[in-house]
């Protein structure tokens, strides 16, 4: 293989910094991190010297130069490097807008839009309860912004009703991994441990284009021939198989449980499990003895369409290795046994022996900017700061002494997000929605009926840098501060705590969220203190989380701008825990418990007759529900529009030809766009990318089934019927589909 391969196909780039504008004049270098994934990779801006636009070589508010960091060693992704963009986009939002009767939006100040707020908010509450107003947040906020959501959602508007988009993203492994482990941390090891295993097995995640810079930490695995990927796409994460480097298995969508419930049949029936390990470190081999015993090599190979061959060496590959880790992504996660198929991942890796040493492991990777400690603060329904339980009385005893309130005044746990959408503008439901740092009328599942509800709303307020599909459905719209303009603190896919710094001034007419919270709980006459200062809020949060499970109190922003690495749980006179586990687990016995689990009989949707079976999922040009990378004129260009990856022996079937326009339909939705032929897919299979709005939303086809255990929705499996059509004219503008939607 080549060691240091596809870096410029990847779209990688690494720059150097310069301090020094084109005119000479000395400008000062600011370290941060990455806006848009978890990975956090370290930049440093360098503000333009003139403020305002300057009319330089640098056209930017700031330049970005990639910054040696563990993570990413210098490297940015695409998105890492346009990011400026963002910040004098010409659709930035630079004022309050409040929407009008006949639907256009007009300016307001600051002054009138928050009394409007606080009215409407004071209004809904008498009216209908104080769970009517509702409160979705998201995985890109800072620590202390989603610590300060959940303060104020509970504290000032009295709501138990609040959850976020990570329940769109991390629930399952969430799950899987307090279950097992007692703790949920998605990598409970650094990311450059992965740089001496010779094995790791990849399972539904392509991070060739979701996290460009990680593939360098696969180098080891692939040189030991060691890379194994399990999609059921040839993806450029599977591509990184070639040449020896390892393996690609491509298994029918959603039938991923039983693979791991076979890996772990065959490595207990060959004796490869690490017994001495299992009798120290674990509790409930007996149950999972039967639980995989049915599950022999051919019946796994029907359910899945790996062959045993595969099987067999993939087990013996994993067992063998100096160094194994197994790593899940969305592709196993998002579906409605989601939990189960993590935990059957864990369990594998438990049986192996590898979790809590210091050369193997299992973990999650977590997929946004703060998806770890946006998990962490207080945005999730059944959970206060620290990771605690909403639920548990010493938890609110704790966390209402250092909000200053009796602890009654918290409300009991609220209702997970899909569960929260289905609720919007129902009678008994949410009257009044509050949106921080989501798209939910892109990102959700069922996502028209998301977009009916939205519009059913009495109120509905939305923060944000630009008009999202969802911020165009709102009565106010409140600009808020980006990246580059405000300090904080993240917390990557690592559990590493990192800073955000300000390299520039927001806009005249924007504000930061703590500042918001502030100004609202004044109106609201809330309980308890809300600081706009944000040092001061983490250190809040440092103490709300003081003997929780994810214990940040030996924290400071003094301590981590020293740059010493911080990984949490990191209490008072620690130094941080760059690996979890490696003495006990969490729970009260210190043993991991493998919990036995069995796939339920969930119809394979292709066996429908005629319909196949969609994924969704991503490409490496746009972030997530695209409201911000579709506004990088250099990432749209690459990808303006969606199209649905198609087999070619499928698409002669169906009569369509590479470039011609499709419709894809079910009981849902109905979905228009190009179609790209590729040998990349399986024939029953087909993808769509879930970055683009209209008539284009791949979440107008996705169910809001979900997970019982998690509340993850199913957005990996849906059965579609696609047909060949002639051009739908042509394609709409942005300002179109903004139009429509709303
Ligand atoms: N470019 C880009 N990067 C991103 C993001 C983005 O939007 N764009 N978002 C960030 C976020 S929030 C997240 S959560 C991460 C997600 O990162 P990933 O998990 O890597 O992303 P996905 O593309 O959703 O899913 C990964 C793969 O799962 C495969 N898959 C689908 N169904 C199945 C299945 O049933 N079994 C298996 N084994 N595989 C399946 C898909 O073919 C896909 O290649 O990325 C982060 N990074
Ligand atoms: N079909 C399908 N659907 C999916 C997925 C999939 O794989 N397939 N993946 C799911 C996953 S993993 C995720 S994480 C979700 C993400 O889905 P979304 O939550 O819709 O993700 P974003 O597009 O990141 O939306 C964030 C919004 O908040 C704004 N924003 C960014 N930072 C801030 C901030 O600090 N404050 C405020 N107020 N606003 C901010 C952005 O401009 C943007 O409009 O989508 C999920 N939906
Ligand atoms: S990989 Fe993620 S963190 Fe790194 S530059 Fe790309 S989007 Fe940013
Ligand atoms: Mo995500």
Known sequence: MNPSPDLDKLDQRVSTSSTSDTKGTTVNPVDTHCPYCALQCAMTLTPAATPGRPTDAISLPVSIAGRAFPTNRGGLCKKGWTAAELLDSADRIREPMRRRPDGSFAPVSWAEALDLVAEKLLAGRAEHGADSVGVFGGGGLTNEKAYQLGKFTR????????????????????????????????????????????????????????????????????????????????????????????????????????????????????????????????????????SVAGWYPHRVQEHTGVPVWQLRELARRLAAGRGSYILTGRGVEQHVDGTDTATAAINLALVLGLVGTTHSGYGTLTGQGNGQGGREHGQKCDQLPGYRKITDPAARAHVAGVW???????????????????????????????????????????????????????????????????????????????????????????????????????????????????????????????????????????????????????????????????????????????????????????????????????????????????ITGRLLEHYQSGAQTRRVPELSGAQPEARMQVHPATAVGLGVIDGGWVELTNERGVVRCRAQLSTDIRPDTVFLPFHFPADQRANLLTAAATDPISGMPEFKRTAVRVRAIAAPGRPATDHERVMADA
């Not at 441990?193 to 696969?218: C, Y």
């Not at 029918?252 to 449980?257: H, I, K, Q, V």
């Open 404 to 614: 200053g309130v009796d602890p009654a005044v918290i409300p009991g746990a609220g209702i997970p997000a899909v569960e929260l959408l289905g609720a919007l503008g129902r009678p008994g439901g949410i009257r009044t929605l509050l949106v921080h740092g989501a798209n939910v009328v892109v990102s959700a599942p069922d996502a028209d009926s998301v977009r009916r509800g939205l519009k059913n709303l009495d109120f509905l307020v939305v923060c944000d840098f630009f008009f999202s599909e969802t911020a165009a459905l709102a009565d106010v719209v409140l600009p808020v501060t980006q990246w580059a303009e405000e300090e904080g603190t993240m917390t990557s896919l690592e559990g590493r705590v990192i800073r955000r710094r300000r390299a520039i001034d927001p806009p005249a007419g924007v504000r930061s969220e703590l500042w918001i919270f502030q100004e609202l709980a004044r109106r609201l006459d809330a309980p308890g203190v809300y600081s706009a200062e944000p040092g001061e809020v983490f250190d809040e949060l440092c103490r709300a989380s003081a003997g929780g499970v994810a214990d940040y109190s030996g924290l400071d922003y003094a301590l981590l701008d020293t740059g010493e690495p911080a990984y949490w749980p990191y209490p008072v006179g620690s130094t941080g825990t760059p690996r979890l586990f490696l003495d006990r687990f969490a729970h009260d016995d210190g043993r991991a418990r493998i919990v036995a689990v069995t796939p339920r009989a969930v119809p394979a949707p292709a066996q429908t007759q005629g319909a196949l079976t969609l």
């Open 155 to 290: 504290l000032a508007l009295g709501s138990s009703r609040i959850d976020y988009n990570g329940r769109f993203c991390m629930s399952s492994a969430a799950a899987a991994g307090n279950r097992a482990f007692g703790l949920d941390r998605g990598l409970p090891f650094r990311v450059e441990d992965l740089d001496a295993a010779d094995t790791i097995l990849m399972l539904g995640s392509n991070v060739a284009q979701t996290m460009p810079p990680f593939i360098g930490h696969l180098d080891g695995a692939r040189q030991a021939g060691g890379l194994i990927v399990v999609d059921p796409r040839r993806t450029a994460t599977a591509r990184l198989t070639d040449d020896g480097a390892g393996m690609h298995v491509q298994p029918a969508p959603g039938t991923d449980l039983v693979l791991l419930l076979g890996l772990t049949h065959l490595v207990l029936a060959e004796r490869l499990a690490d017994t001495d390990y299992l009798a120290r470190r674990t509790t409930g081999l007996t149950q999972l003895r039967l």
